[in-house]
């Protein structure tokens, strides 16, 4: 015959109950597992309520995050290198768009000149010249507005990544931590 099992709780006058049957507001506060000759088998603690089961959704939260970004990123050197691409690649962009917005510049002050040159000769300039010259400025127009979208995308890799790297860098701080803090094994002779 197997040993019968009691449990021993406080009930809600701080009093100490011993019963065969487990109550409900035991399993909500924690109770002892004795056997029958009232020897203390195991401690249940109670469930996790409240702000101390908020506290444990938020550091799995956490967890979760942090592994998602290490599957994503890798380590936070790892991140920083994918930042630092993707920006030398905006940047090299940018450096393209001067280079054409200086050549639309140059046109346009050659057009412009060669314009009002013919207006000093008495001559109206043709309009395909003119056409020439609204051309060049809606040409500077477009690559000043490409950098300036380049430029605010650069920013917002940054603020993007600097959030990622961080968080990366936390884990790995406490992956580092928790590692420090593991016994570790010696093998003997």
């Known amino acids: 015959m197997a040993d019968k099992q009691f449990y021993r709780y406080l009930n809600e006058n701080g009093e100490q109950v011993v019963t065969d049957n487990l109550s409900l507001q035991a399993i909500h506060q924690g109770y002892d597992i004795l056997n029958n000759h009232m020897e203390l088998i195991r401690h249940v603690v109670a469930p996790p309520?409240?702000?101390v089961l908020e506290h444990i959704k938020q550091v799995q939260a956490q967890q979760h995050?942090?592994?998602a970004l290490k599957k994503a990123y890798g380590t936070s050197v790892d991140a920083t290198r994918l930042m630092n691409e993707q920006i030398a690649a905006l940047q090299a962009q940018l450096e393209i768009n001067r280079s054409?917005?200086?050549q639309a510049q140059s046109k346009?002050?050659?057009?412009a000149t060669?314009?009002?040159n013919l207006e000093r000769a008495g001559h109206n300039p043709p309009a395909a010249l003119l056409a020439q010259i609204q051309s060049?400025?809606?040409r500077i127009q477009e690559i000043q507005q490409k950098n300036f979208a380049t430029r605010q995308r650069i920013t917002e890799i940054r603020q993007k990544f600097s959030?990622?790297?961080s968080r990366l860098q936390e884990q790995e701080n406490q992956d580092a931590n928790?590692?420090?803090s593991r016994p570790t094994s010696t093998i003997s002779e």
């Open 65 to 67: 995050e942090g592994d």
């Open 100 to 102: 054409a917005e200086d």
């Open 108 to 111: 346009r002050a050659d057009d």
């Open 136 to 138: 060049d400025n809606d």
């Open 49 to 51: 309520t409240g702000k």
């Open 178 to 180: 928790n590692a420090a």
């Open 114 to 116: 060669r314009a009002a």
């Open 163 to 165: 959030s990622i790297i």
